[in-house]
């Protein structure tokens, strides 16, 4: 006897139901915070059909662990000592960092910062055609326009001419790459993995809240690139299109082989290769002392980017200037930037004007009033969509990189950052935030409390959602 369509509907909300006593379970197991675990739990027990999908993709840590052996300290700091990239002194903050990631100050480098996409892509895309041996290259996003086929016919003549090259891109941030683009490479000999490598797609789909957001090129073991740029084109400058503000650096020196290990170890967890590439003695071309920060959700017990905001925001004695396109940080990091300009540190945030993601824009907006009650300073850019992620602390230290200011890049996102702990490296840094906020706007409390009233519950409302953002 075949059930009726009742019974069908009675068997599967009662099969939704204990799926959801069993994952508020897995909930109240899991490290959220207690609002989040709260959360979870009724939305599973209360409606279930709805929020048990949305717990699978979003709220189980499915982050592929591997258990290489250079993941382990001890094999991080042999191999930087072996490559001469753990070789300066280590201040506090170095220190608390070396603890947490494993990497490293080093000491001779020379860095250069490359301003928007046009010199970005110019500067890189010569380093590529000019490589030897092997290049390595991650980004969050590769589109299909004219800028990604430059790059993809760059890396196919480089693979024909025998150059070793190994591709990561995100499946999240990729998701418009064609399987064309990918062909195309693949047959000229570039080794290409998505990020989370292949798999069942139920699994990858499972995983789709944990993205590698990091951009790194590393070119024969001699030269690296690394900041805030993907490939394409709304990432160039010309007449035509909004301008769109972005920092990247180019790095020479031992602070190469940190940023080597970084894609070796991203390479391992995408693919289970163990990748062996001989690296040339690194010499010393600079005085810039340098270290890695890599952060993701399973590489450290407290992420090293909330980290190094925390300690930066608590050491700070003048000045503590950051810039993001996002600002919709962790109740910690929020209170650490508040604390700090209450002791009377200038502490500024700049943040672009007009955002390319509305429900961001608007959980940003949220902040505005406790943030400059609290003396800190909200910068609006005004020529264009600001995406750099800068940092500047007093005149010692500062930071360029991937990471946001927001819940997504302290949690969930696989980020890089690079730390710079030298005064002439921190006053350029800082000269060029100077120029970036001679074009901003200071934003006033009536921006919130003169908005309207569902402007201001909608902002309320994305702000709830800002761990997913």
Same mark, same amino acid.
């Given at each position: 006897?075949?059930?009726?369509? *009742? ?10 139901? /204990? ?65 001469? +990239?753990?070789? +300066? ?47 390595? /290259? ?54 290409? *993995? ?34 805030? /740029? ?11 299109? &909004? ?17 080597? /290990? ?97 429900? +961001? ?11 400059? +009650? ?79 009233? &569902? ?15």
């Amino acid at each position: 006897m075949q059930p009726g369509s *009742s019974e069908v509907l009675a068997i599967l909300a009662t099969a939704l139901h /204990l799926a959801g006593i069993a994952l508020g379970i897995h909930a109240l197991s899991r490290r959220h915070s207690p609002q989040g675990t709260i959360a979870w739990m009724l939305g599973l027990f209360l409606l279930p059909a709805v929020v048990v999908p949305l717990y699978l993709l979003l709220g189980v840590a499915r982050i592929r662990r591997h258990t290489s052996a250079r993941k382990t300290r001890r094999n991080i700091e042999q191999y930087l000592k072996q490559h001469n +990239a753990w070789n +300066a002194p280590a201040s506090k903050l170095s220190r608390t960092l070396t603890r947490s990631t494993g990497y490293a100050p080093c000491s001779g480098n020379a860095v250069r910062i490359l301003r928007d996409g046009n010199d970005t892509y110019r500067d890189m895309l010569q380093a590529i055609q000019q490589a030897k041996d092997f290049i390595l /290259l991650e980004f969050f996003i590769i589109r299909n326009d004219r800028v990604g086929t430059i790059l993809r016919q760059s890396l196919e003549e480089r693979a024909k001419a025998g150059v070793r090259v190994y591709v990561i891109y995100d499946e999240v941030g990729s998701h418009k790459l064609p399987a064309g683009y990918l062909r195309s490479l693949k047959r000229a000999g570039v080794r290409i *993995s998505s990020f989370n490598g292949r798999r069942f797609w139920l699994s990858s789909m499972l995983r789709i809240n944990y993205r590698n957001h990091r951009k790194l090129v590393v070119i024969d073991g001699e030269y690296a690139y690394l900041g805030s /740029l993907n490939i394409g084109l709304e990432y160039t400058q010309t007449a035509q299109r &909004p301008y769109w503000r972005d920092t990247f650096v180019s790095l020479q020196g031992s602070i190469v082989a940190q940023c080597m /290990l970084s894609f070796l170890d991203d390479w391992q967890r995408a693919t289970g290769e163990a990748l062996s590439l001989k690296q040339p003695q690194s010499s010393s071309p600079g005085t810039t002392h340098c270290q890695l920060i890599p952060s993701g959700p399973d590489d450290a017990p407290v992420n090293p980017w909330q980290l190094f905001l925390l300690e930066s925001a608590a050491q700070a004695q003048e000045r503590i200037w950051l810039a993001s396109p996002y600002f919709v940080p962790s109740e910690a990091v929020k209170e650490a930037l508040c604390a700090a300009a209450m002791r009377g540190i200038d502490v500024r945030i700049l943040i672009p004007r007009r955002g390319d993601n509305k429900a +961001a824009q608007l959980a940003l907006f949220t902040y505005v009033p406790d943030m400059l +009650a609290c003396g800190v300073r909200l910068l609006a850019y005004e020529p264009g969509f600001l995406h750099e992620k800068v940092c500047v602390v007093d005149s010692s230290h500062c930071s360029i990189g991937t990471a946001n200011l927001d819940e997504r890049s302290l949690r969930l996102n696989f980020e890089l950052t690079l730390l710079m702990e030298d005064p002439a490296a921190t006053a350029r840094v800082a000269t060029m935030l100077e120029e970036d906020m001679a074009q901003a706007g200071s934003i006033t409390p009536a921006a919130w409390y003169k908005a309207p009233i &569902p402007l201001r519950l909608l902002a309320n409302c994305c702000r709830l959602l800002s761990p997913a953002l």
